[in-house]
Protein backbone atom coordinates (compact mmCIF):
# COMPACT_ATOMS: atom_id res chain seq x y z
CA UNK A 1 0.00 0.00 0.00
CA UNK A 2 0.88 3.00 -0.77
CA UNK A 3 2.68 5.83 2.04
CA UNK A 4 -0.19 7.92 3.77
CA UNK A 5 1.04 11.34 1.94
CA UNK A 6 -0.64 13.77 4.48
CA UNK A 7 -3.56 14.40 6.34
CA UNK A 8 -6.11 17.41 5.70
CA UNK A 9 -8.24 18.70 8.09
CA UNK A 10 -11.88 20.16 6.60
CA UNK A 11 -13.80 22.72 8.74
CA UNK A 12 -17.60 23.21 7.51
CA UNK A 13 -19.93 25.20 9.68
CA UNK A 14 -19.55 23.90 12.78
CA UNK A 15 -18.00 20.83 12.80
CA UNK A 16 -14.51 19.56 11.19
CA UNK A 17 -13.50 16.10 9.25
CA UNK A 18 -10.26 14.28 9.46
CA UNK A 19 -9.62 12.99 5.76
CA UNK A 20 -6.53 10.97 4.81
CA UNK A 21 -4.88 10.61 1.16
CA UNK A 22 -4.61 7.78 -0.02
CA UNK A 23 -4.35 7.94 -3.77
CA UNK A 24 -4.85 5.60 -6.19
CA UNK A 25 -3.50 5.04 -9.48
CA UNK A 26 -4.63 8.20 -11.48
CA UNK A 27 -2.15 8.70 -14.39
CA UNK A 28 -3.71 10.19 -18.24
CA UNK A 29 -4.31 6.43 -18.64
CA UNK A 30 -7.24 6.50 -16.08
CA UNK A 31 -8.23 9.71 -17.62
CA UNK A 32 -8.23 8.26 -21.32
CA UNK A 33 -9.90 4.95 -20.09
CA UNK A 34 -12.75 6.71 -18.28
CA UNK A 35 -13.68 9.01 -21.29
CA UNK A 36 -13.53 5.94 -23.01
CA UNK A 37 -16.52 4.14 -20.48
CA UNK A 38 -18.55 7.52 -20.89
CA UNK A 39 -18.62 7.43 -24.68
CA UNK A 40 -19.42 3.96 -24.86
CA UNK A 41 -21.64 3.55 -21.62
CA UNK A 42 -23.01 6.66 -21.68
CA UNK A 43 -22.96 7.90 -25.49
CA UNK A 44 -21.11 11.21 -24.33
CA UNK A 45 -18.21 12.95 -26.06
CA UNK A 46 -16.12 14.52 -23.15
CA UNK A 47 -13.48 16.97 -22.60
CA UNK A 48 -12.52 16.35 -19.15
CA UNK A 49 -13.69 13.69 -16.39
CA UNK A 50 -15.23 15.99 -13.80
CA UNK A 51 -18.77 15.73 -12.44
CA UNK A 52 -21.28 17.59 -10.61
CA UNK A 53 -22.43 15.32 -7.36
CA UNK A 54 -25.99 15.19 -7.01
CA UNK A 55 -25.70 11.49 -5.65
CA UNK A 56 -23.96 9.82 -3.09
CA UNK A 57 -23.45 6.26 -3.59
CA UNK A 58 -22.39 4.03 -0.21
CA UNK A 59 -20.48 0.64 -0.56
CA UNK A 60 -18.78 -2.28 1.05
CA UNK A 61 -15.90 -3.37 -0.72
CA UNK A 62 -16.11 -7.22 0.66
CA UNK A 63 -12.79 -7.37 1.66
CA UNK A 64 -12.45 -7.79 4.75
CA UNK A 65 -8.83 -5.66 5.51
CA UNK A 66 -7.92 -2.01 4.35
CA UNK A 67 -4.77 -3.08 2.01
CA UNK A 68 -6.83 -5.62 0.11
CA UNK A 69 -9.38 -3.12 -0.43
CA UNK A 70 -6.96 -0.97 -1.76
CA UNK A 71 -5.32 -2.93 -4.08
CA UNK A 72 -8.89 -3.43 -5.52
CA UNK A 73 -9.21 -0.47 -6.38
CA UNK A 74 -5.71 1.16 -7.07
CA UNK A 75 -4.74 -0.75 -10.76
CA UNK A 76 -5.98 1.62 -13.83
CA UNK A 77 -6.81 -1.76 -15.64
CA UNK A 78 -10.03 -3.80 -14.40
CA UNK A 79 -8.80 -6.79 -12.36
CA UNK A 80 -9.29 -10.25 -14.97
CA UNK A 81 -11.39 -11.83 -12.28
CA UNK A 82 -14.11 -9.32 -12.80
CA UNK A 83 -15.79 -10.88 -16.12
CA UNK A 84 -18.90 -9.69 -15.14
CA UNK A 85 -18.71 -6.23 -15.78
CA UNK A 86 -15.70 -6.46 -18.47
CA UNK A 87 -17.63 -6.13 -21.58
CA UNK A 88 -18.59 -2.39 -20.22
CA UNK A 89 -14.65 -1.55 -20.49
CA UNK A 90 -11.44 -2.13 -19.31
CA UNK A 91 -11.36 0.52 -16.56
CA UNK A 92 -10.83 -0.64 -12.87
CA UNK A 93 -13.42 0.12 -10.29
CA UNK A 94 -12.85 3.12 -7.95
CA UNK A 95 -14.57 5.35 -5.52
CA UNK A 96 -13.83 8.93 -4.22
CA UNK A 97 -13.44 7.83 -0.47
CA UNK A 98 -12.53 4.58 1.59
CA UNK A 99 -13.43 4.04 5.11
CA UNK A 100 -11.79 1.37 7.45
CA UNK A 101 -12.92 -0.72 10.37
CA UNK A 102 -11.87 2.38 12.98
CA UNK A 103 -13.62 4.73 10.91
CA UNK A 104 -10.78 6.35 9.42
CA UNK A 105 -11.48 8.02 6.14
CA UNK A 106 -9.24 7.82 3.35
CA UNK A 107 -9.30 10.03 0.12
CA UNK A 108 -8.34 7.93 -3.13
CA UNK A 109 -9.04 10.24 -5.68
CA UNK A 110 -10.26 13.71 -6.33
CA UNK A 111 -14.40 14.34 -5.32
CA UNK A 112 -15.09 15.94 -9.23
CA UNK A 113 -13.45 12.76 -11.16
CA UNK A 114 -15.48 10.00 -12.13
CA UNK A 115 -15.44 7.32 -10.36
CA UNK A 116 -16.56 4.08 -11.74
CA UNK A 117 -18.41 2.45 -8.94
CA UNK A 118 -22.05 2.14 -9.71
CA UNK A 119 -23.43 1.34 -13.12
CA UNK A 120 -25.70 4.37 -14.88
CA UNK A 121 -25.19 6.68 -12.01
CA UNK A 122 -21.22 7.28 -12.29
CA UNK A 123 -21.28 10.18 -14.29
CA UNK A 124 -23.45 12.01 -10.92
CA UNK A 125 -22.01 10.31 -8.10
CA UNK A 126 -19.60 10.58 -5.01
CA UNK A 127 -18.35 6.46 -4.56
CA UNK A 128 -17.94 5.87 -0.53
CA UNK A 129 -16.50 2.48 -0.39
CA UNK A 130 -16.74 0.67 3.65
CA UNK A 131 -13.77 -2.09 4.12
CA UNK A 132 -16.04 -5.40 5.31
CA UNK A 133 -19.14 -6.92 4.32
CA UNK A 134 -17.65 -10.29 3.88
CA UNK A 135 -16.98 -12.30 6.87
CA UNK A 136 -16.99 -8.99 9.18
CA UNK A 137 -19.35 -6.69 9.51
CA UNK A 138 -19.23 -2.88 8.89
CA UNK A 139 -18.84 -1.82 12.56
CA UNK A 140 -20.46 1.63 14.43
CA UNK A 141 -16.98 3.85 13.82
CA UNK A 142 -18.03 3.38 10.11
CA UNK A 143 -21.15 3.89 10.59
CA UNK A 144 -20.17 7.56 12.82
CA UNK A 145 -17.81 8.54 9.79
CA UNK A 146 -19.97 8.25 6.73
CA UNK A 147 -22.19 10.62 8.58
CA UNK A 148 -19.41 12.85 8.64
CA UNK A 149 -18.62 12.14 5.30
CA UNK A 150 -22.15 12.90 3.84
CA UNK A 151 -22.18 15.96 5.93
CA UNK A 152 -19.47 17.29 4.89
CA UNK A 153 -19.88 16.21 1.17
CA UNK A 154 -23.65 17.76 1.12
CA UNK A 155 -22.26 21.20 2.64
CA UNK A 156 -19.54 21.27 -0.04
CA UNK A 157 -21.44 20.16 -2.68
CA UNK A 158 -25.26 21.81 -2.58
CA UNK A 159 -26.15 19.68 -6.03
CA UNK A 160 -26.05 16.44 -3.86
CA UNK A 161 -29.61 15.68 -3.85
CA UNK A 162 -29.78 11.51 -2.94
CA UNK A 163 -27.85 9.40 -0.58
CA UNK A 164 -28.43 5.73 -1.86
CA UNK A 165 -26.75 2.48 -0.76
CA UNK A 166 -25.22 0.14 -3.66
CA UNK A 167 -27.90 -2.01 -3.88
CA UNK A 168 -30.65 0.40 -4.67
CA UNK A 169 -29.28 2.02 -7.86
CA UNK A 170 -31.50 0.14 -9.87
CA UNK A 171 -34.32 1.92 -8.51
CA UNK A 172 -33.11 4.81 -10.35
CA UNK A 173 -32.91 2.74 -14.08
CA UNK A 174 -35.85 5.48 -15.55
CA UNK A 175 -34.29 8.57 -13.78
CA UNK A 176 -32.90 11.51 -15.51
CA UNK A 177 -29.59 10.80 -14.10
CA UNK A 178 -29.47 7.26 -15.04
CA UNK A 179 -27.12 7.09 -18.55
CA UNK A 180 -26.05 3.87 -19.24
CA UNK A 181 -27.56 2.27 -22.97
CA UNK A 182 -27.03 -1.08 -22.45
CA UNK A 183 -30.42 -2.52 -20.80
CA UNK A 184 -28.66 -6.11 -20.54
CA UNK A 185 -25.63 -4.43 -18.03
CA UNK A 186 -27.52 -4.55 -14.57
CA UNK A 187 -25.82 -6.41 -11.81
CA UNK A 188 -27.18 -7.32 -8.43
CA UNK A 189 -26.05 -5.96 -5.55
CA UNK A 190 -26.69 -5.81 -1.95
CA UNK A 191 -23.71 -3.52 -0.09
CA UNK A 192 -24.09 -2.07 1.86
CA UNK A 193 -27.03 -3.69 3.65
CA UNK A 194 -30.60 -2.23 4.69
CA UNK A 195 -29.96 -1.59 8.53
CA UNK A 196 -26.57 -0.08 7.56
CA UNK A 197 -28.61 2.67 5.22
CA UNK A 198 -31.60 3.08 7.27
CA UNK A 199 -29.47 4.03 10.22
CA UNK A 200 -27.45 6.42 7.75
CA UNK A 201 -30.33 8.02 6.62
CA UNK A 202 -31.85 8.80 9.69
CA UNK A 203 -29.22 11.49 9.99
CA UNK A 204 -29.79 13.02 6.75
CA UNK A 205 -33.88 13.39 6.14
CA UNK A 206 -33.70 15.95 3.81
CA UNK A 207 -31.70 13.56 1.22
CA UNK A 208 -33.77 11.33 -1.34
CA UNK A 209 -33.47 8.21 -1.91
CA UNK A 210 -34.65 7.71 -5.35
Known amino acids: MKTLITILIFTFYSYAIEIKQMPIEFSQNRIDLTKQYIKNSYGLDVKNINIIPKIIVIHHTACDDLKDSFNRLNPEILLTDRKDITNAGNLNVSAQFLVDFDGTIYSLMPETYMARHVIGLNLSSIGIENVGGNKKALTLEQLKA ?27 DKHPLFLEKNA ?27
Open 184 to 210: NYRTIKHDPSAEFMENLRDNFPDLKSN
Open 146 to 172: NIELVKYLKEKYKTIEYLIGHYEYQNF
